[in-house]
């Protein structure tokens, strides 16, 4: 005769429990930094490959349009526009404000927006692809007064201050701005899933 078991007491949730990806792949995209927004078509075809490209305001992802192959294609997608539009509008910046720097480099960072070497290599974050571009405009200034000031001193925020009089109130939008980021740009297994934000979204979703 089998035991009853007691019931289980009524406890928070572990972290193991809350709604994770897969999330659907989107209808539309949003690239706020540049001021477009894609409808999304997947079309199935013989192809084991992925491709994703644009077509007059669509974007049409084709081949295998398996979850994963599509999260791929997407991702290739981005680093692409982020390739084409960030490093030349940091370029842009700099030449206006007078403060030139080494090189841009993208990557897909987990934590920060950009960051800036001692040699003024300027790491842009591909995410910054789906923020409204006043806030990437401001990352930009940030990062290019650390070739002035390679620190966070009253000296560098007198810098950015005389750019951005309004960067305390910009810096906290951007620490709520990683919402702007879709699921499929952040990194399975990272944590970065777990984030308030995206149980948040979970829940809103009925998920
Ligand atoms: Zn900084």
Same mark, same amino acid.
């Given at each position: ?15 193991? =429990? ?11 995209? #949003?690239?706020?930094?540049? &001021? ?20 007059? &305001? ?5 081949? =295998? ?12 997608? #981005? ?24 090189? @841009? ?12 070497? @001692?040699?003024? #290599?300027?790491?842009? =974050?591909?995410?910054?692809?789906? +923020? ?6 401001? +990352? ?6 650390? #070739? +002035? ?31 702007? +980021? ?6 399975? &297994?990272?944590?970065?899933? =777990? ?13």
């Amino acid at each position: 005769m089998q035991r009853k078991l007691p019931r289980a007491r009524s406890r928070k949730r572990k972290k193991s =429990n809350l709604p994770v990806p897969p999330f659907p792949l989107p209808d539309v995209i #949003t690239l706020r930094a540049i &001021g477009e927004e894609l409808d999304v078509f997947y079309h199935p075809g013989e192809s084991a490959r992925t491709s994703a490209r644009e077509q007059e &305001g669509s974007l049409i992802i084709s081949g =295998n349009i398996g979850q994963q192959e599509c999260v791929h294609a997407l991702r290739r997608w #981005t680093s692409r526009k982020a390739r084409a539009h960030l490093p030349p509008w940091l370029g842009q910046i700099s030449r206006e404000l007078c403060l030139p720097f080494g090189r @841009a480099a993208l990557r897909k960072q987990r934590t920060r927006w950009a960051s800036c070497s @001692a040699r003024h #290599t300027v790491s842009i =974050n591909e995410k910054l692809l789906f +923020v409204p571009a006043l806030l990437v405009e401001y +990352v930009f200034v940030h990062e290019l007064c650390h #070739t +002035v000031e390679l620190n966070h001193s009253p000296r560098f925020w007198r810098l950015v201050s005389r750019f951005e009089p309004d960067c305390k109130s910009i810096e906290r939008q951007l620490r709520s701005a990683w919402r702007y +980021v879709p699921w499929w740009m952040c990194e399975p &297994g990272s944590g970065e899933l =777990n984030q308030s934000h995206w149980r948040e979204r979970a829940a809103a979703a009925g998920g």
